[in-house]
């Protein structure tokens, strides 16, 4: 047995016990003894995300630099990543070494150097990358039973917020959502494997200076749902004429190279701003904080000019 001790601080603590709750939290403490030991891990540094799983940065003396994923399989987002990463073989993701699914926790290869798209400079080779990544993304899924739907996403958090009696004009916004969802299924209905989350800091730089995708949420749904998370993260603060123009040239970029209408990619960017804007709301975030991200898609769906 390897010699092994890592604390949390304080406020990691209570971040992860309000995240996830006091038993999960004991676990983690558990698996990151018994995994460490499994296998040779040491130099922990946690990544501090607090989304879906307790991440670590780490070194093993059999597989060298790793990422360390502790989940809970009860939540199931951690058994559609693992899933996901197996039935891609590594081709344009990260590798999984090991893993213990059952028990919610995977190894990873560490990319290296690991920079994030986001510090990409140009935004013409942002456009690039993500055009190239997404060209060779979507297959079929082998178990398919074992991935939600990006309808049942929707459902989800449509019912969530109609429940939510001091958001109720954003309950109206993300029902207009789900109605332009509908609309659009009945022309893009294809049951492809999607990403799900295919944003700049998804998409790491690897050592033969090619990009490699991570954390795949793993769900079942159209293509064309994986365009939208991209072009919201180029939102930027200021939600102003500036940058209207530059989504809007972004969206033209994306229709020419990845042939998909005007029309189609302003609406699933719009599904996918109500989505993200109520996620912000259930894990406590306040509705002032995403009133000007659903101008900005408003604006963008009806092509029009922003007063801001």
């Known amino acids: 047995m390897i010699d092994f001790a890592f604390c949390f601080s304080q406020n990691e603590s209570e971040k992860i016990i309000n995240r996830f709750g006091l038993d999960f939290y004991k676990k983690v403490l558990l698996d990151l003894v018994y995994y460490a030991d499994k296998w040779d891990l040491t130099a922990m540094q946690f990544i501090p995300s607090y989304s879906a799983k307790v991440v670590f940065k780490c070194q093993s003396k059999k597989y060298g630099d790793v990422v360390l994923k502790l989940g809970d399989p009860s939540l199931g987002e951690i058994v559609t990543e693992y899933y996901t990463l197996c039935q891609y073989h590594a081709r344009g993701f990260c590798r999984v070494i090991e893993a213990d699914i ?3 926790v995977i190894l990873e290869a560490c990319i290296q150097p690991g920079t994030s798209l986001r510090e990409e400079s140009s935004l013409g080779k942002r456009l690039s990358v993500f055009c190239h990544l997404y060209k060779g993304l979507h297959i079929s899924p082998s178990k398919s ?49 999607l990403h799900g989350d295919l944003h700049h800091d998804n998409i790491l730089l690897g ?3 090619e990009y490699i995708m991570i954390d795949p ?92």
């Open 102 to 104: 059952e028990n919610g």
């Open 145 to 193: 039973v074992v991935y939600p739907s990006y309808m049942q996403w929707l459902d989800r958090i449509t019912n969530y917020m109609s429940k939510q009696k001091n958001c109720r004009e954003l309950y109206l916004y993300m029902k207009k959502a789900r109605n332009i969802y509908l609309s659009i299924s009945t022309m893009y209905s294809e049951k492809a494997l």
């Open 207 to 209: 050592m033969d200076g």
């Open 217 to 308: 949420k793993g769900v079942i749904g159209d293509p064309v749902f994986d365009v939208p998370r991209f072009i919201l993260n180029e939102f930027d603060n200021e939600k102003d004429r500036k940058t209207y123009k530059k989504i809007n040239y972004i969206i033209g970029v994306l229709v020419s190279e990845l042939t998909i209408p005007d029309s189609i990619i302003r609406q699933c960017l719009y599904v996918e701003t109500l989505m993200s804007a109520c996620w912000c709301i259930e894990d406590g975030g306040d509705y002032s904080s995403v009133k000007k991200d659903i101008a900005l898609a408003e604006a963008l769906l009806n092509s029009c000019a922003l007063n801001l």
